[in-house]
């Protein structure tokens, strides 16, 4: 006589229920989206062949102090919810006073905020300015 095996209906179920929750807990992570702040993350890279001290962006209402930059080192972000868009920082070097970027007086009209994400400010030379270093904001 031959035999026949048949799965017994509870094996079934719980093959069933598991795949549901696995399907269910798939679904669930996949839509999960980490929402980004709304701000701006700035880092300074130093593109100068000197050290800078104290660095501030020129424009931060918090006067937030980037600390000290070695020559073509980067700092760590820092979240700020809104910034300008006025690439300016100012500095300290071998105890003088250094300003980089664009000068814009205060008050004198709004000023276009950056975009939400992540920038990065770059200081350098520029022999065409007064001051003779320039900054731009590249956006990563």
Partial sequence: MQRFIFFDCQ?????????????FLIITLVSCKKSQPEGVMISIENNLGFTLDSVK????ASNYNYGTILPGKNTAYIFFKSM???????????NKKLFAGHYIPPNS???PMLANG??????????TLFYLYGAKFIKN
């Fill in 11 to 23: 094996v079934e179920n719980n093959i069933m229920t598991r795949l549901i929750l696995i399907s």
């Fill in 57 to 60: 962006l020129a424009n931060d």
């Fill in 84 to 94: 300008p868009n006025v690439p300016a920082a100012t500095a300290d070097s071998a």
């Fill in 109 to 111: 009209y709004p000023l």
């Fill in 118 to 127: 992540k920038y990065t400010l770059q200081i350098y030379l520029d022999s």
